[in-house]
């Protein structure tokens, strides 16, 4: 379970950068302004996203917090929908899907089977600098976890 919640937190950092041009590029964790209920924060996370042909292409590199490495390929529709993943993807059986709220919004939803387990909103600042993900989930054991992410365009 502590690897899906870490899969998680990766592709959800990705998710937000699935549907506008303004999410478009290279992203790198900024660990001080982060805070992680879940678990160990990564130690890096890079994201690197393509827009084209009504596709966003998205990679996911880094190390986890136990220094193991993390790699995920995935595409999604740029207007939203199910997430494709092309490398690295979840081995537990559960399907993602992003949601356009607005230009500098994002919604991700993680389901297992019929259930909710994950829930992550995406926001752009307004300079288009910052991208601040909120992960909300529920642990192992049954406690609720909140996790921020913040990522600083490059």
């Given at each position: 379970?502590?690897?899906?919640?870490?899969?998680?937190?990766?592709?959800?950092?990705?998710?937000?950068?699935?549907?506008?041009?303004?999410?478009?590029?290279?992203?790198?964790?900024?660990?001080?302004?982060?805070?992680?209920?879940?678990?160990?924060?990564?130690?890096?996370?890079?994201?690197?996203?393509?827009e084209?042909?009504?596709?966003?292409?998205?990679?996911?590199?880094g190390?986890?917090?136990?220094?193991?490495?993390?790699?995920?390929?995935?595409?999604?529709?740029?207007?939203?929908g199910?997430?494709?993943?092309?490398?690295?993807?979840?081995?537990?059986?559960?399907?993602?899907?992003?949601?356009?709220?607005?230009a500098?919004?994002?919604?991700?939803?993680?389901m297992?089977?019929?259930?909710?387990?994950?829930?992550?909103?995406?926001?752009?600042?307004?300079?288009?600098?910052?991208?601040?993900?909120?992960?909300?989930?529920?642990?192992?054991?049954?406690?609720?976890?909140?996790?921020?992410?913040?990522?600083?365009?490059?």
């Open positions: 379970m502590r690897k899906l919640l870490v899969l998680l937190s990766a592709l959800g950092l990705a998710g937000a950068l699935y549907a506008a041009g303004s999410f478009s590029g290279t992203w790198k964790l900024d660990t001080a302004k982060s805070k992680y209920e879940s678990g160990p924060a990564p130690k890096e996370t890079t994201i690197t996203v393509q084209g042909n009504g596709m966003t292409d998205v990679t996911v590199t190390t986890d917090g136990s220094g193991k490495p993390v790699a995920t390929h995935m595409t999604h529709p740029t207007t939203g199910p997430v494709k993943f092309l490398e690295g993807g979840p081995t537990d059986g559960s399907i993602e899907s992003v949601k356009q709220i607005s500098n919004t994002r919604h991700l939803i993680v297992q089977g019929a259930k909710e387990v994950a829930t992550e909103r995406i926001t752009l600042s307004a300079d288009g600098t910052t991208m601040r993900i909120v992960v909300k989930g529920m642990l192992p054991d049954g406690k609720p976890f909140t996790d921020v992410e913040v990522f600083e365009k490059q």
